[in-house]
């Protein structure tokens, strides 16, 4: 999301030659930092005011999924609520949650919207609104179950708002393919197109198995600029890296470039090893004027870390890279 404030940023450090690099000082956000936290991850921020308020996916010690709301002057030191967010009744009275889990967080026209992966007799697409990371305000799911990773994007596309999403299955999906699709009013939605699918193994291994959509997609002069996850499934387990895709403005089930690299992959000890080893997991972005532009991914299941990169050069190298 571009910010008027000063985003997080570090410069690449002296003879990388990654796109992408991750902040020296990471994990931004522990595991233990809320008084009843077993893990902090998949987490979304935005600017706010003169700051960042964020959406945090908090598993408490009994390993219940729930969200915070959470606040930031730097974006990188983060006050979080110990208490879950309780919703108010939005567009519907009917607002049961056996859980919330990976939120994202974009703001469109008046408010900012929070989409998460919502417990009701299976996952699905939540949905709610605030205007102020204080009071949010739960609407209708957006799809039956199952499916999970909702992304909304910034800005109404042809006059309807827009979310991608990954089809799945009650479990832990061993498939899975993004998808989007168009509401007239942020309660009904259809127009259901396919965006991105899996790759053969030959062609591009680490997202073999399963892909879905990272944080709100970035408009740029060229195309949507979307981070995603990918999986593949190794002898050892599963392991999610970061791609990236540009995406036509007007049609962005329309693909234009795609990795074939992966940009981040599992390579530090704070992605290696947690609950869920292996797992670079993006939800959200913050970018400015510049072209500067700080993701933040979950990490192992259990921390949130950031990594940085300039948007034209993310762009060339995908033309340069793509499948």
């Known amino acids: 999301m571009l910010s008027k404030n000063r985003i997080p940023w570090q410069e690449k450090p002296e003879g990388s030659k990654d796109v992408m690099w991750r902040y020296s000082e990471n994990p931004i956000i522990g595991r233990y930092e809320t008084a009843t936290s077993n893990s902090i991850f998949n987490s979304a921020v935005v600017p706010y005011e003169d700051g960042f308020a964020g959406v ?38 009917m607002i049961d949650s056996d859980y919330k889990y990976d939120p994202r967080v974009t703001f469109i026209e008046d408010r900012y919207w929070v989409t998460w992966c919502n417990g009701y007799h299976g996952p699905t697409i939540g949905i709610a609104y605030t205007f102020d990371f204080k009071e949010f305000f739960q609407c209708e799911n957006a799809f039956l179950p199952f499916n999970r990773n909702g992304v909304l994007f910034p800005e109404k596309i042809n006059g309807k708002y827009c979310m991608l999403s990954r089809p799945s299955d009650n479990g832990h999906t061993a498939f899975g393919n993004i998808h989007l699709s168009y509401s007239p009013d942020m309660k009904y939605w259809g127009e259901h197109r396919s965006v991105l699918k899996v790759t053969a193994f030959e062609d591009s291994a ?82 400015d004027e510049e072209g500067k532009v700080t993701v933040y991914y979950g990490a192992a299941d259990s921390v949130v870390g950031i990594a940085f990169g300039r948007i034209p050069e993310i762009i060339e190298w995908l033309k340069n890279n793509s499948i």
Not at 73 to 92: A, F, R, S, Y
Not at 254 to 263: A, D, G, H, I, N
Request: charged fraction near 20%.
């Open 56 to 93: 945090f996916r908090c598993d408490n010690k009994s390993v219940q999924m729930n969200i915070h709301a959470g606040f930031s002057e730097d974006g990188i030191h983060w006050n979080i609520e110990d208490d879950p967010i309780v919703m108010k009744e939005g567009n519907t009275s």
């Open 206 to 287: 680490w997202q073999c198995l399963k892909v879905g959509a990272g944080g709100v997609p970035i408009k740029t002069h060229e195309g949507w600029l979307m981070f995603y996850h990918g999986v593949i499934k190794t002898c050892s387990g599963f392991r999610y890296s970061m791609g990236a895709a540009l995406l036509d403005l007007e049609q962005p089930d329309k693909v234009l470039y795609r990795s074939q690299p992966y940009l981040l992959a599992p390579a530090v000890d704070y992605e290696q090893n947690g609950d869920v080893p292996n797992v670079i997991f993006p939800c959200a972005s913050l970018h």
